[in-house]
């Protein structure tokens, strides 16, 4: 089996390549609406708008993104020979993705206006 | 007519009634299903976004001006209503701004803070029918519900007290014969 899914020169240039940059488009339609701007090459860029997200939200984000990417590649491999391991692959590649759009779109609570809520000022 | 009611609003307090409702109308909808409605409850939940902080200043422009309208007999032409002042800053700065209303001599000073209050209220709740107005009709009439009961407590506000017992006793009230 590993003898079938070990890449030949074509499979990590061309066919790995452009499976890649397929995945990278996937985050690109899903997150569309925060996405500012996007390069997909030899390098991926994805800039996406980030207001009310934690601290760590880069480092997070890149996590996923790069695991969706890894995992789908994967899985479109092998679909080609081993459809049944593909499956796998897209089904955690799926769970990834839909947990990026969970986080991704997470906002946290309005800031608290520093004015009390229970004051008014009012004169007559 | 004859007292001046200033009714001081703050434009950041109002702006973050309706994010923290429409935050806990996304957060409800999400606990439905976390990861299908993600991107459904970003969208419900206003601010941030410029689009979105742009629309809460332009429903709160308008929620000041259907309020001065409501009460158009009673708002003070002469005075600087400052509803300019609400769009002139971003929304989370701090900015206070004021309509002034004439009431009548016999207007109960008492009212004034609930009057705010409630001028607050209906401002909150016209903006959050604005928000859903497009996205959950249905809930949107529930919040213009809201602001006209929020009006018609406006309105009770503005009702004059008991007029002043004159010294003079109506048993004194005489007429005489010549």
């Known amino acids: ?124 | 007519m004859a007292k001046t009611l200033t009714l001081s609003l703050d434009r950041a307090l109002i702006i973050e009634g309706v994010k923290a409702d429409t935050y806990i109308t996304g957060e409800i909808d999400k606990s439905a299903d976390a990861v299908k409605n993600a991107a459904l409850a970003y969208n419900e939940q206003a601010g941030d976004d410029n689009y979105h902080e742009r629309k809460l200043m332009r429903t709160l422009r308008s929620a000041v001006a259907k309020f001065e309208a409501h009460l158009a007999e009673f708002v003070d032409t002469s005075a600087e209503n400052s509803i300019s002042n609400t769009l002139s800053q971003t929304s989370d700065q701090q900015t206070a701004f004021t309509i002034t209303v004439k009431v009548s001599d016999r207007y109960n000073a008492g009212l004034a803070e609930p009057m705010s209050a409630l001028a607050m209220e209906y401002m909150i709740n016209m903006m959050l029918y604005s928000w859903w107005q497009s996205i959950k009709p249905a809930l949107a009439k529930d919040y213009v519900n809201f602001a006209q009961e929020s009006l018609t407590s406006i309105r009770l506000c503005l009702a004059k007290t008991a007029p002043t017992a004159a010294a003079g006793d109506y048993k004194d009230v005489t007429g005489t014969i010549s």
């Open chain 1, 1 to 124: 089996m590993f003898s079938d899914i070990t890449l030949s020169s074509a499979e990590e240039g061309e066919i790995l390549s452009q499976y890649i940059k397929t995945s990278a488009h996937d985050i690109e339609s899903v997150l569309k609406q925060l996405i500012t701007q996007s390069t997909v090459a030899s390098d991926i860029t994805i800039s996406i708008e980030n207001k009310r997200g934690d601290a760590d939200f880069n480092t997070r984000v890149t996590d996923m993104i790069a695991m969706y990417i890894v995992l789908n590649s994967v899985g479109e491999y092998l679909s080609m020979m081993h459809p049944d391991i593909a499956q796998k692959y897209h089904r955690d590649a799926q769970q990834r993705i839909e947990s990026l759009v969970a986080y991704v779109f997470y906002k946290k609570p309005p800031t608290e206006a520093s004015a009390d809520p229970l004051t008014y000022d009012s004169n007559s």
